[in-house]
């Protein structure tokens, strides 16, 4: 996944277009992924079965690794427990630091324990990326976190939940991305003049900034931004913060960007 410079201007508006022109696609991969699982979780007379499902799983995702320089490093389809077990259909590929011996067809299937008896099995219904998609039936951007299962890096999780007959929840599809490689492709597209321009997710933290002193993973903290973080349907355009700062969610991706003077830090 590459990005196409349109406009390099600092801009609230423009920054928004780029921020979305990069995760409104990852998106609609997704929606399709769970579209095609969903068909075949629906399909009559039939039991799912995990090494059919992973066949079809595996043919999706690795369109996703093709790009050499991209920013997704792990994909698939994790399983609810009471759909196919305890089972992540999920490969690793790409610029991904956890696969430096890929096999030679460029990716590798992610190994975890499945047995939820083995002392070292984690529930990951309680993750945030399998939570929040479950509970609220919407997509979901997880992180920036180090991913120290998967990547070793910092990641953002993009996830979908999938459903048969409408409404028994069956799983998540979802997508790792590099938050290192989005830094690369983004922040040059964000500007790069005295006004700081900051990608932040639902929860205020940074995901890339074009402010030096704004670490991955950071907290913004500035006067109402708080209370527009808490109610992303309060406004569809950009509103005014604190002193010179500017404030605007990017359409339907659960971050926003924040533009204006360098920003104050809280602790972590």
Not at 176 to 203: F, H, K, M, Q
Request: proline share 6%; with cysteine; glycine share 10%.
């Amino acid at each position: 996944m590459t990005i196409t410079p349109e406009q390099k201007t600092p801009r609230t508006g423009a920054c928004v277009t780029s921020v979305a022109a990069v995760f409104d696609p990852v998106f609609a991969r997704l929606e399709q992924w769970a579209d095609l699982v969903e068909r075949y979780a629906a399909r009559p007379g039939t039991v799912a079965d995990r090494a059919e499902l992973d066949s079809l799983v595996e043919e999706l995702v690795r369109r996703e690794f093709a790009d050499p320089v991209g920013c997704v490093i792990g994909a698939g389809f994790v399983s609810a427990p009471g759909f196919l077990g305890w089972h992540l259909a999920w490969w690793l590929g790409g610029q991904n630091a956890a696969s430096p011996r890929l096999p030679a067809n460029g990716i590798r299937h992610l190994e975890t324990l499945e047995d939820p008896l083995d002392e070292n099995f984690r529930d990951y219904t309680a993750l945030e990326w399998w939570r929040v998609p479950a509970q609220t039936g919407r997509r979901h951007i997880t992180g920036p976190y180090v991913d120290y299962l998967c990547t070793d890096e910092y990641t953002l999780t993009l996830t979908l939940p999938v459903y048969r007959g409408g409404n028994e929840l069956i799983g998540v599809v979802g997508i790792d991305l590099s938050v290192d490689e989005i830094e690369r492709d983004l922040v040059p597209l964000l500007g790069a003049d005295a006004v700081a321009v900051t990608v932040i997710n639902a929860s205020g933290r940074v995901v890339v900034s074009t402010d030096t002193h704004l670490a991955t993973g950071a907290l913004l903290r500035l006067p109402g931004l708080t209370k527009l973080l808490a109610d992303p349907a309060s406004t569809d355009g950009a509103v005014g913060l604190h002193g010179a700062h500017t404030f605007q969610w990017c359409g339907r991706t659960e971050l926003a960007v924040v533009a204006g003077p360098a920003a104050v830090l809280a602790p972590s």
